[in-house]
């Protein structure tokens, strides 16, 4: 009985993944892509994120800014309590939404689910907006959380 006939193309396969294995120059492996600036990218936790300014010792621990709500919806896109869809960026802790009623605006993620508007000159603000309701679906002008979307 014969062996079997190797195929033709089996040492050339083993010499390449050899030389692989080996560190050969013409095969050495790619560097990495350089990281992305500001940081990795990212996603906000999905919810309505409640938006206010900071209150003041004597007075209310926060003043409302219902101008700033938004709910997070999937992957980069969020929703103004009057239906408006829009979109952001998140890179690192740095959070800009780029489309929609809230477009240029700019925050900093200090936790999950905590964010700060940013200043021109780049310094957070005393305006927080604030995951108070996590999970998808839609909100009405009136804060109300209605059933997730379909």
Do not use: W
């Given at each position: ?16 993944l050899a030389a ?95 964010l700060r508007h ?29 059933e997730p979307e379909?």
């Amino acid at each position: 009985m014969r062996a079997p006939r190797k195929a033709p193309f089996v040492a050339p396969l083993i010499a390449v993944l050899a030389a692989a294995c080996l560190g050969s120059p013409g095969l050495a492996a790619r560097p990495a892509p350089p990281p992305v600036p500001g940081g990795p990218i990212g996603t906000l936790e999905l919810g309505l994120y409640r938006c206010e300014r900071d209150g003041t010792a004597g007075g209310p621990v926060g003043i409302r800014l219902p101008q700033y709500d938004f709910r997070a919806v999937t992957g980069s896109n969020y929703k103004t309590p009057d239906g408006v869809r829009g979109s952001y960026l998140m890179t690192g802790d740095r959070v800009i939404m780029t489309g929609g009623k809230l477009k240029g605006m700019k925050m900093h993620r200090t936790s999950k689910g905590f964010l700060r508007h940013v200043d021109a000159d780049g310094a957070d603000n005393d305006i927080r907006c604030v995951l108070s309701r996590a999970g998808g679906g839609p909100l009405d002008p009136n804060g109300n959380v209605n059933e997730p979307e379909t």
